[in-house]
């Protein structure tokens, strides 16, 4: 990145992150009240390839994953945290990101439509609150790229958060399913 723009960046307000964070809590609320209010169908859809909804949803937000470790290893490229050089970086960690969101579509609209959001139970509570944590925060950053002035901590602190998000829905989903259905697709 061109240390002007990085000077610029570090030197503005973090007001202008109030809008972008005001939209991102919207959409966390959002879903969190629609995943209550929503009368859980069962069962949504399925992607071919897999046995079930279960193993889909494990094998997606397991692939998501890798695509956020994707993620964090080129945005260190990028800001020289990691001194690399590596001319396509830019383009791995958009395409590493529009890959890993896409992933988590059939798993979110799985869980929402078919499961709901249930705080009954402490992992799936855990997961209901970082699956709606994760949208929030992923808007908010999507809504922060294109701003001017944004200071330079923002996006590795946005970035840090969808990524820890990720983890815990990996944590309270796909590893839960591993270790107590075990590996299937």
């Not at 959002?30 to 009368?39: A, D, F, N, S, T």
């Not at 709901?116 to 922060?144: N, Q, W």
Request: hydrophobic share 55%; with cysteine.
């Amino acid at each position: 990145m061109d240390d002007s723009v990085y000077d610029i960046r570090r030197r503005s307000s973090g007001l202008v992150l109030l809008l972008p964070l005001a939209w991102g809590s919207l959409v966390a609320v959002v879903l969190g009240v629609y995943g209550e209010i929503h009368r859980p169908a069962g069962y949504a859809a399925g992607l071919a390839g897999f046995s079930g909804a279960l193993p889909m949803k494990a094998w997606l937000t397991t692939g998501a994953l890798v695509l956020a470790a994707v993620q964090i290893f080129s945005a260190l490229v990028m800001w020289g945290r990691i001194p690399l050089d590596i001319p396509w970086v830019a383009g791995l960690h958009r395409w590493s990101g529009r890959l890993a969101f896409l992933l988590t579509l059939p798993v979110a609209f799985h869980c929402l439509y078919a499961l709901g959001a249930r705080y009954d139970e402490p992992r799936v509570m855990i997961h209901s609150i970082a699956g709606c944590f994760f949208y929030g925060v992923f808007t908010t950053k999507m809504l922060s790229l294109p701003r001017r002035r944004i200071p330079a901590w923002a996006f590795p602190v946005l970035g840090g958060l969808a990524f820890a998000a990720l983890v815990g829905l990996w944590l309270t989903s796909s590893l839960w399913f591993f270790t107590t259905i075990g590996v299937k697709f």
